[in-house]
């Protein structure tokens, strides 16, 4: 009787072996996302004849690149690397007119550490929550100067490098491969306003701190 118990459960084990999938081992991540800022500058700065005011991260578009293990069904851990463009707006009034919008760009290149917890991999729908922290560097597209006053002080705008933080929850589709939409947050998107002449004897105004909402499209495999 030992023995037929024994062998049923054997049998009964290869079945449920034999069906279950094991998706552990080395994965990889691409994700593109693009949203808008949150939030702006309520107070106003000026410098000779320019006042600047309502700075605000206006749009940012970018893309991440990870690769790493599947520790877990539910674990995943990785490295990646990754660029987004900042675009900076801001209003200035000139000599009391009533002033204009404008738009300063840069891109960053973050370099991150993944953590990403899915609720249940064997399934082709399922929730997901993923974390990127690392250092972003700064890599501006203009020298940083927003007013030009000729004789007078100027005002200088720089993204700030420094720590990366992005969160993002989601939805995953598929099973070995997957496609995950979900909604993402940068909150460390930091610039430092300046003011001084010729980018000389700069003196630091205010730092500002700013994030933007994003929605996320990406693919594993």
């Given amino acids: 009787m030992k023995k ?25 991540f691409i994700d593109f996302y693009g949203g ?26 970018g893309l991440n690149v990870t ?41 960053m290149l973050p370099v991150f550490v993944d953590c990403r917890w899915t609720l249940n991999i064997n399934r082709k729908i399922t929730p997901f929550v993923d974390l990127k922290l690392g250092y972003q560097f700064r890599c501006s597209l203009e020298e940083g100067k927003i007013t030009y006053n000729y004789q007078k002080e100027d005002l200088f705008l720089n993204q700030e490098a420094g720590f990366y933080c992005q969160p993002t929850v989601g939805v995953r589709f598929g099973k070995a491969s997957g496609f995950n939409l979900g909604i993402t947050f940068n909150p ?15 003196t630091l ?7 933007t909402v994003m929605l996320s499209l990406g693919a594993d495999f």
């Fill in 205 to 211: 105004l205010k730092k500002l701190s700013q994030g």
């Fill in 36 to 61: 808008m800022g949150v939030g702006n500058e309520k107070e106003s700065y000026s410098a000779g004849y320019s006042t600047i005011s309502e700075i605000e991260p206006r749009m940012s578009v």
């Fill in 67 to 107: 690769g790493g293990y599947q520790i877990t069904d539910y674990l995943f851990a990785g490295i990646g690397f990754g660029g987004y463009t900042v675009l900076d707006r801001y209003k200035e009034e000139y000599n009391g007119d009533k002033g204009s919008d404008y738009y300063f760009p840069a891109i």
């Fill in 188 to 202: 460390t998107i930091r610039q430092s306003l300046y003011y001084g002449r010729n980018y000389k004897n700069l």
């Fill in 4 to 28: 037929i118990i024994y062998t049923a459960f054997l049998v009964l084990l290869s079945v449920f072996s034999s069906n279950a999938q094991d998706f552990r081992g080395c994965k990889g």
